[in-house]
């Protein structure tokens, strides 16, 4: 299988800053690649120049064989775009959006009125559909920037953070759609904060620091590399907390980290069936907890074992997301 | 419904576009612009409600003053309202290009197969109902006060066709502005000072007769003067043919010099 997504040195600069600093890229079609990085990594900019939106000072990329820079109306032809930030026109209905998308990709005023209406549908938009974009929640409004993406039946599409700032719901939804689009064929390049998005979605990821990649691997790899997921354990009694930490070391065989102030255990688990056999061994022992759940290292805990430094998010750390994942 | 038979790949590879796809996208962009002003007629507000306040306050504020009757003043004053109204209604186009870029609606279009230059000419295309219904309310706001056009329907016409033209010419000025300057807000602001010399130092509220020799000087060269005489010799009668040719000569001049600027600015912003 050739690569839909081909890149050799990326190079971008704006004034002082180099969001991208020699990014290679590779992506088999069909295949999603979960490109994974904090705030200002370059996530954006590879984007952009994948979409033909930005020129690269530096190096190449080719989709589906067809250079970005000198062949950009095949590109064009052939990618979806869903942008981080919103693109429709705010003035316009959703459905009048998606029309005029489809009068542009050269279908006639029905066709792009039947395309517009059967994408609405696949996103729950139905109803909204003849609202303006400015009444939009934002969920809604990734919805609708997502169908807009697809009018043109793209080959190649970029997600550039599809999933940020929506409810579990509809993540899940994105999510699902993400996955039928890749069983038709679709090659996705999906940027996100999330470590459980590019483990549930991608076959590949690449993690990208300061315009870097520092790391690209299956999500298996990855994780293996970075000690899998993570226990966490708050029985409801603090006097519980010496016999479940003693489950959890028996079961783990390591032992857990214990915070007296939060009354909460960690352990690292290789294994997510074990998840089960602690609630089991807790209910034997009559031990009820407030939480209990496995979650995906964090990026910043990415961050830390891949580099040994905390990731360099160009806002506060503290605002990289972690999602539970129980 | 399932996204099987929603988002296939289509695998169809576009080359080139023509200079009729161009057109074809330019017209559909056109369109969306017409819809919008459908949607949104508070849009049109700079360039309906403003030379209506214009007409009022200068027929009977100083009408009399000016022309000794408030009726032909009015006679007077109208066909050069119509010049302001068309300068300044081609300042909303650098405003609404900008704002466009800014919200994204651009990046959209550009990632997808059309023409480069659609987007643009679209929005240009567009405006030219902008200025139609701009000069529709003026007129009927005036022919309900009394103006009334002493000539031949024709005349009318191409009145209206000079002032389309005028507009059209003139709109790469906002365009090239508003490809510079980062916020749409900013666009009016910078073209302030463009377009208050154009339409106050000129004929349209006073005879050049009635002003200091220095300047008569500009007012009389000003295109906005010979654009307005060439409205009141169509429609009250009178010479217009040179003050046209004049007007025209000088729209096409700043054509020529901000297209190229404003297409090179458009290019280098959105390329
Ligand atoms: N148009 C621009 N002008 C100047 N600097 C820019 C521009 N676009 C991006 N940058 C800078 O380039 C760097 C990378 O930005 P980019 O938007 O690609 O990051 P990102 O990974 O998408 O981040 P985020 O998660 O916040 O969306 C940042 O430091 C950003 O400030
Ligand atoms: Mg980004």
Redesign the interface.
């Known amino acids: 299988m050739t690569n839909a997504i081909e890149a050799e040195g990326l190079v971008k600069r704006f004034g002082k800053t180099t969001a991208l600093d020699g990014v290679d890229l590779a992506v088999p079609g069909g295949k999603i690649l979960g490109m994974l990085g904090p705030n200002g990594a370059g996530k954006t900019t590879a984007v952009r120049i994948l ?3 930005l020129r690269p000072d530096a190096g190449w990329a080719r989709v ?1 064989g ?1 250079d970005v820079v000198k062949q950009s ?2 590109v ?6 869903t ?1 981080q ?8 209905s959703a459905t ?1 959006n998606l029309v ?2 489809g ?3 050269g279908l006639s005023k029905p066709q792009a009125k039947i395309r517009a209406a ?2 609405l ?2 996103f729950e938009l139905t109803d909204a559909a003849k609202r ?1 974009i400015k009444t939009f929640s934002g969920g809604m409004r990734r919805r609708a920037d997502l169908a ?1 993406s ?1 009018v ?4 190649v599409l970029y997600l550039d953070e599809p999933t940020t700032g929506l409810d579990p719901h509809s993540r899940n939804e994105v999510w699902d ?1 993400v996955r ?2 890749v ?4 090659t996705v390049l999906l940027t996100t904060q999330y470590l459980d998005e590019a483990d549930q979605l991608a076959d590949l990821i690449t993690v990208v620091d300061h315009g870097r990649i520092i790391a690209t691997g299956r999500p298996d790899e990855l994780k293996r590399h970075t000690g899998g997921q993570t226990l966490q354990v708050r029985p409801t009694l603090q006097v519980d907390m010496d016999a479940t930490a003693a489950i959890l070391a028996d079961l783990t065989g390591t032992k857990p980290l214990r915070d007296d102030d939060t009354g909460l255990l960690t352990a690292p688990v290789a294994d997510p069936m074990l998840l089960s056999a602690v609630v089991r061994r807790l209910d034997d022992a009559g031990i009820t907890a407030d939480e209990l759940a496995l979650r995906l290292p964090s990026l910043d805990e990415v961050f830390l074992s891949l580099t040994g430094r905390k990731s360099s998010s160009d806002t506060d750390a503290a605002r990289v997301p972690e999602r539970s994942n129980a | 419904m399932t996204a099987a038979t929603v988002a296939a790949p289509r695998h169809t590879v576009i080359t080139r576009r023509g200079p009729i796809d161009a057109l074809r996208d330019s017209l559909v962009l056109a369109g969306r612009n017409i819809v919008k002003i459908r949607k949104n007629p508070e849009t049109l507000l700079d360039v309906t409600l403003q030379p209506i306040l214009f007409l009022f306050m200068f027929v009977y504020l100083f009408g009399g003053a000016i022309a000794g009757d408030t009726h032909a003043y009015l006679q007077m004053l109208m066909p050069g309202l119509m010049v302001q109204n068309i300068a300044f209604a081609s300042l909303g186009t650098g405003t609404a290009l900008n704002t466009d870029i800014t919200k994204g609606v651009f990046d959209r279009f550009r990632s997808m197969p059309i023409a480069r230059s659609a987007p643009l000419v679209g929005a240009v295309l567009g405006d030219i109902v902008r200025y139609l219904v701009a000069m529709a309310v003026l007129v009927i706001t005036a022919v309900i006060l009394g103006f009334r056009v002493h000539t031949d329907p024709g005349s009318f016409l191409l009145v209206i066709a000079l002032m389309v033209v005028f507009g059209l010419c003139l709109c790469w000025v906002s365009v090239f502005v508003g490809m510079l300057v980062k916020s749409p807000q900013a666009v009016p602001g910078v073209l302030v000072a463009f377009i208050m010399p154009l339409t106050f130092g000129s004929n349209v509220f006073a005879p050049t007769s009635s002003m200091p020799g220095w300047l008569q000087g500009w007012v009389k060269i000003n295109p906005v003067t010979q654009l307005t005489d060439a409205a009141r010799g169509l429609l009250n009668g009178g010479p217009w043919a040179d003050h046209a040719a004049y007007a025209f000569l000088w729209a096409l001049a700043i054509a020529v010099v901000f297209f190229p600027l404003a297409f090179r600015a458009y290019r280098r912003r959105v390329g």
């Open positions: 979409a033909t939106l589906a067809y109306t095949q064009r032809s052939l990618v979806g775009l942008g930030y919103a693109s429709l026109d705010e003035d316009l009048e005029l998308l009068r542009l990709l059967e994408l549908a696949r303006s807009a697809l043109g039946r793209p080959d759609t039928t689009l069983d038709d064929g679709v």
